[in-house]
C-alpha cells in the first residue's frame, strides 16, 4: 500500500489549503485515515482522523472548526480541509493509514498505523 499526501503550499495567514491523501495497493473499506503534523523542532502531533466506513471522524481539540476531515470512496482518497491558517499551522503534514477499524479515542496513537505517507509541506506566513 502507497500513500499519496499532496496539496500543500505556501498561504497567508487566513487563507485555506485541502490537502489530499491518495490511497494505492488496496482499498481501505473498513480502515482509518489520520492527519498528522510536524513542525521544525517539535514531536509529530494528531490533527485529525477519519473511519472509512460510517465517515466518523475526530480531531485534536485545538482544530475543531477550522479543519475538516472527508473520505471520497470512488477516488480511494482522504482530505483535509485547513481554513483559517495561522503561522502556527506551518509543519509537514503526513496522512497515516490501517485497515482496522479503530475506536475514535485511539487516532492519535502513531504506532496502531501500518502505513504512512512521505508528508506535505504547508507554510503559513504572509
Known amino acids: 500500500v502507497q500513500l499519496q499526501a499532496s496539496g500543500g503550499g505556501l498561504v497567508q495567514p487566513g487563507g485555506s489549503l485541502r490537502l489530499s491523501c491518495a490511497a494505492s495497493g488496496r482499498t481501505f473499506s473498513s480502515g482509518t485515515v489520520s492527519w498528522f503534523r510536524q513542525a521544525p523542532g517539535k514531536e509529530r502531533e494528531f490533527v485529525a482522523g477519519i473511519r472509512w466506513s460510517g465517515g466518523n471522524t475526530s480531531y485534536t481539540n485545538s482544530k475543531k472548526g477550522r479543519f475538516t476531515t472527508s473520505r471520497d470512496a470512488a477516488k480511494n482518497t482522504v482530505y483535509l480541509q485547513m481554513n483559517s491558517l495561522e503561522p502556527e499551522d506551518t509543519a509537514v503534514y503526513y496522512c497515516?493509514?490501517?485497515?482496522?477499524?479503530?475506536?475514535?479515542?485511539?487516532?492519535?496513537?502513531?504506532?496502531?498505523?501500518?502505513?504512512w505517507g512521505q508528508g506535505t509541506q504547508v507554510t503559513v506566513s504572509s
Open positions: 497515516a493509514a490501517t485497515p482496522v477499524r479503530m475506536v475514535l479515542s485511539a487516532l492519535p496513537t502513531q504506532s496502531s498505523y501500518d502505513y
